[in-house]
């Protein structure tokens, strides 16, 4: 049996929630978050996803007003995270998951993840002896399960959990567009979760909302092969199709999305053949309007004399273009600081031009990483 408890394959991701002010994260819509909540568990589903620092630290909090302070503890499962973002020292460690016990107002976690693991994070959760601690808090029945969240490349991935074959599960950004990205390397790092016989639950698989809002003629696709199933429904059902992947994450940030998620999750049909090639039509048309045409072929990156990890800034660049206007985060950001941590950076380029000699497209590279310097390291 997975160590994903939720017999219904949808997590309420509580990182988008309703607000009563849109330029207020913090201004939760609390009692519209409770309406949200009692729908959720009546339907049967239980897993609930929060974080340290959601909604300026306050997602935490309502989960006690609107969760756990109005059912009994074991109808529903609770995860939330440590972020090396906020520790400095071993103390830290502590100081935050005691307040967290105290702002959820539970006494254990059902599901306890090492927040956003990258080559960074990596270090410090390293240095802070953050593995050994969580499995302590295991033993004293603090945390019934433990994972982490994960933002960087495949290989990196392999390494954690060969190091630490403790983790129960890891979360990955999975989505459709981002499956073949060379830059998020969504599919990689998920078969290297399998590789690992470790379950995977999938955060971002609407993209935060890019998936939602994709160009006309890919919602005409879909809606011709199913007229009443939404546009994202298409996105969390190819997350969820994959057999390794035990759970996927919704942030629903009112009723109506929450509604349309259980609609077709409350008894998931994976896609078939056909869906899965509208899937693949989808992510031609989307890339289609990509500003920057590079296929990932790597000729450019074999004599690059300051080892610039050229296809794979042009893929996160492009990635970050097709994202909607009114997200509050994007990841592209962390992929591509974390992979400067490895190679050079676009503003490295000392514009010798042998990139532009073997590139079978004839792509002005050098104009291009100029772009992605300034979107990216401003």
Wanted: net charge negative; hydrophobic share 35%.
């Amino acid at each position: 049996m997975s160590v994903i408890e939720s017999k219904k394959r949808l997590g309420f991701g509580l990182m988008r929630l309703p607000l009563l002010n849109p330029d207020n994260p913090a201004n939760i819509d609390v009692e519209q978050v409770k309406q949200m909540v009692d729908t959720f568990l009546e339907r049967g589903f239980t897993y609930f996803d929060t974080a340290w620092m959601y909604h300026s630290f306050q997602s935490e909090n309502v989960v006690k007003e609107a969760l756990v302070d109005r059912y009994p503890r074991d109808s529903y499962t609770l995860a939330t995270k440590l972020h090396a973002g906020f520790i400095k020292t071993k103390e830290d460690r502590d100081k935050v998951f005691e307040e967290q016990r105290r702002k959820t107002g539970v006494e254990y976690f059902d599901y306890y993840l090492l927040h956003d693991i990258g080559f960074d994070h990596y270090k410090t959760y390293t240095d802070l002896d953050c593995f050994r601690w969580l499995m302590d808090k295991k033993e004293k029945g603090l945390v019934r399960h433990i994972g982490f969240s994960y933002h960087d490349n495949a290989e990196l991935l392999d390494k954690v959990l060969t190091e630490h074959p403790e983790f129960e599960f890891v979360q990955l950004q999975i989505n459709y567009l981002d499956w073949e990205s060379e830059g998020i390397q969504s599919r990689k790092c998920y078969e290297v979760a399998e590789k690992h016989h470790v379950p995977v639950i999938v955060m971002e698989p609407v993209k935060g909302g890019t998936l939602a809002n994709v160009p006309d003629a890919v919602t005409k696709m879909f809606k011709e092969y199913h007229p009443d199933m939404s546009v994202p429904s298409w996105a969390i059902r190819f997350a969820a199709s994959h057999e390794n992947v035990a759970l996927v994450l919704s942030g629903m940030s009112n009723m109506e999305q929450l509604l349309d998620n259980l609609s077709y999750m409350d008894e998931l049909v994976p896609l078939n053949e056909e869906e899965n090639a509208l899937i693949r039509k989808a992510v031609e048309i989307i890339n289609s309007t990509i500003e920057i045409p590079c296929t990932g072929c790597s000729y450019c990156t074999d004599g690059c004399p300051m080892n610039i990890a050229i296809p794979k800034y042009f893929s996160l660049y492009n990635a970050d273009k097709q994202e909607i206007k009114t997200k509050s985060w994007m990841p592209q950001q962390e992929y591509y600081s974390r992979l400067t941590g490895t190679f050079g950076k676009a503003s490295d380029c000392v514009a010798c031009g042998q990139c532009e000699d073997v590139c079978p497209q004839h792509l002005p590279v050098i104009d291009y990483l100029q772009k992605v310097a300034e979107h990216f390291e401003k």
